[in-house]
């Protein structure tokens, strides 16, 4: 995973957010929850879907996007955001990343 991507722009950032408050949202929702244009929601969730963190599918005509946390990285760069928006706790994200680095080494 290439964090400073991810990290690095403002648009990934909010739909990150968004998705994190909002278990699952239509495309359009998130359009406007980010206050951003389509396509620049589009091309971003192509990033994020890339790294594995966001899930689509279809229902009707609408494209549904949602976090996926079956991902331990998608889980670590929630962390993150809180801590760079001031919510979160260090002590957390700590232990988080020592049981993912344990996990792996196994």
């Given at each position: ?13 909010k ?37 594995g ?53 196994n």
């Amino acid at each position: 995973m290439n964090l400073s991507r991810i990290l690095r722009s403002a648009c990934r950032r909010k739909i990150l957010i968004a998705l994190s408050k909002k278990q699952e949202l239509n495309m359009m929702k998130l359009v406007h929850t980010v206050n951003s244009t389509y396509n620049e929601v589009d091309r971003n969730l192509r990033i994020l879907g890339a790294e594995g963190l966001v899930a689509q599918r279809h229902r009707d005509h609408n494209r549904i996007v949602r976090l996926n946390l079956k991902n331990d990285d998608a889980l670590i760069v929630l962390k993150i955001l809180k801590l760079l928006n001031g919510s979160g706790d260090l002590k957390q994200l700590r232990r988080k990343l020592s049981l993912i680095t344990e996990g792996n080494s196994n």
